[in-house]
């Protein structure tokens, strides 16, 4: 198949929505590709095979901290079937998701920081090849002392993980109070005190990472005769293909509008997939150097080395409570393991005290958090990035205090609502407020009050309550632009066209559109999911005249963008100008 077709393959008319009812906004609907995915016509990122393709594998540390004295490919670049190798010394560029936190390089140059840091990658006929190439790298190691613990981490100044960081083993950290907190807490009538620990936890999606890359030779004169020149098109199951194009223009270095990223259906990531890895340097990289294409897939064990998942936390509380329940203030104080890298790390460690203000009022409320490096693998986002361990911890200190003040669990929460359209003690704005709802409905489908006195010893109910931010106050990257943007343009015919900048799921534009009230109008509709920075996007054309039996949905996996805004203008000249804006 062409790499032009190596995305979902045209879905066929279902029988969705048989009862003829318009998708509107407030309505429950299904996944529009749900039908695809049952029936095995999704094609993922594993699933594209190109002509010539060959398969890479990454050889990992068996060291958790270590020198790298030396490497030797030579036993296996002459093994028949061995196309390439690579090493961090192809990679001296280093990178970061956050732009201020660039700890990071595709696969280590001098020292490998986990058992399973990459030190080397090859490219071979097939995948057996490629396993026993590995095993012919010869990597000599200086073993160095490991460390586990985050505080232990934090204290051994004179042996720094990273080598990106300035501040021995400290990621990050963060201290900000609202309120007086000692004052509110001297006064309390009731202080919870208690030390809790969250273990780390990773994602499990069901679809390993997986990339695979391709180089198309384009000629191009130049003055002084003529220069070939590449474009990298790199398939990858990321959840964000801007960073992942952003970062592979940084390590290659290579001109930006030189590399297209094209993000096929997911099979699962939840915040795991949320940043470029190893694989997809490492084929963008051997792509390059043999001129054929690559494809690199984790095993399960690799999945778990790459991780990103949820970061362990130890958290010390000090929570005051007035006689009658109410919540005076909070003292936290969190120490955070990163793992190798910094990650999302910096965000995490905001998030591990920010927020934590709702649904709960109080008077006041300070934390002090400290993410360190270890020798593990790097922790990242997961459903929740940030708030779920602090509040496993908040929680527990509520029930203390139910406990100790003789209210019911539920009864204490209630008396502590935010209440809605008001702001928290660190200024989040809160709007509408289900809390108190949620409460009531929980009791009375639980028979809280019948059921939770007879259950015997070991049996029990328990309640909590928590809430997750919606948007942000503060670009990624700092400017005063929108950081995503959604242009609907209306031609003479009445047609309309969605332009959608993060290419984070075409599924999110397409029921975007199906659920506004404007699709009763039985205009078509265009939607183009665009990648910023890059000169490629995804069309996906629906047609709303047969919703009110079956819906049909087609898409290519790219198509160039010039070619996308010429095809568009011959249909209304806004759309092509809204191109030549927003991408030019």
């Keep these: ?332 104080k969190t120490f955070i393991d990163g793992g190798a890298y910094s990650s999302f790390g910096l965000v995490t460690t905001y998030y591990s005290g920010q927020l934590l203000c709702a649904p709960y009022r109080m008077d006041a409320y300070r934390f002090l958090s400290k993410r360190a490096y270890t020798n593990k693998p790097a922790c990242g986002p997961k459903r929740g990035h940030g708030s779920v361990q602090p509040r496993f911890a908040i929680e527990v200190q509520l029930d203390k205090a139910a406990v100790a003040l003789g209210l019911d669990p539920i009864e204490l929460r209630r008396r502590n609502d935010l209440g809605s359209d008001t702001r928290t003690i660190n200024e989040f704005a809160i709007g509408s407020n289900g809390f108190m709802e949620c409460l009531r409905r929980v009791e009375e489908a639980s028979e809280w009050k019948t059921r939770r006195p007879t259950l015997p010893l070991g049996r029990g109910l328990g309640v909590a309550g928590s809430t997750y931010i919606s948007g942000t106050n503060y670009p990624i990257y700092p400017n005063a632009m929108p950081q995503a943007a959604v242009q609907v343009c209306l031609d003479r015919r009445a047609g309309r066209a969605c332009f959608r900048a993060p290419t984070i799921s075409a599924r999110e534009a397409i029921r975007c559109w199906r659920s506004s009230s404007a699709k009763s109008s039985g205009c078509r509709c265009l939607i183009f999911v665009c990648c910023q920075r890059t000169r490629t996007c995804a069309p996906l054309t629906w047609e709303p005249t047969a919703l009110a039996s079956r819906s049909w949905l087609a898409t290519r996996a790219s198509m160039p963008l010039a070619s996308c805004a010429r095809k568009s203008a011959r249909r209304s000249p806004n759309v092509g100008r809204c191109l030549r804006t927003e991408w030019p």
């Design 1 to 332: 198949m062409s790499h032009d077709d190596a995305g979902s393959k045209p879905v066929a008319p279902s029988a969705a929505n048989t009862s003829g009812e318009p998708w509107l906004r407030g309505k429950h609907h299904r996944k529009v590709d749900a039908m695809a995915r049952m029936q095995g016509i999704t094609r993922y990122t594993d699933d594209i095979k190109l002509p010539g393709m060959l398969h890479a594998k990454i050889k990992r540390s068996p060291h958790p901290h270590a020198k790298i004295i030396s490497i030797d490919a030579s036993r296996a670049l002459a093994m028949p079937g061995v196309y390439a190798v690579v090493t961090g010394k192809d990679f001296p560029i280093p990178y970061g998701i956050i732009p201020w936190t660039p700890d990071e390089t595709a696969l280590a140059v001098d020292k490998a920081l986990y058992v399973g840091d990459g030190v080397a990658a090859v490219a071979a006929v097939d995948e057996d090849t490629a396993i026993d190439a590995l095993a012919a790298i010869d990597v000599q190691y200086e073993v160095l002392t490991p460390l586990y613990d985050p505080e232990e981490a934090l204290a051994a100044r004179d042996n720094p993980i990273n080598p990106y960081s300035k501040k021995g083993n400290l990621s990050k950290k963060v201290l900000l109070e609202f309120g007086d907190v000692d004052a509110v807490l001297e006064g309390a009538a009731l202080i919870v005190e208690g030390d809790y620990f969250f273990e780390g936890t990773t994602h499990g999606a069901i679809e390993p990472h997986c990339a695979v890359a391709m180089v198309e030779r384009v000629e191009r004169v130049e003055a002084g005769g003529d220069q070939e020149q590449g474009l990298l098109t790199v398939w990858s199951s990321t959840q964000v293909s801007h960073y992942l194009h952003r970062e592979l223009s940084r390590v290659l270095t290579m001109p930006a509008n030189r590399i297209r990223v094209i993000q096929p259906p997911l099979g699962g990531a939840f915040g795991g997939k949320s940043e470029p890895f190893d694989l997809e340097f490492c084929v963008a990289k051997l792509a390059l150097i043999t001129g054929r294409p690559v494809k690199l897939l984790y095993t399960r064990e690799e999945v778990f080395y790459s991780h990103r998942g949820r970061h362990p936390m130890k958290m010390h509380y000090r929570t005051g409570f007035t006689q009658d329940g109410r919540m005076l203030g909070i003292d936290a």
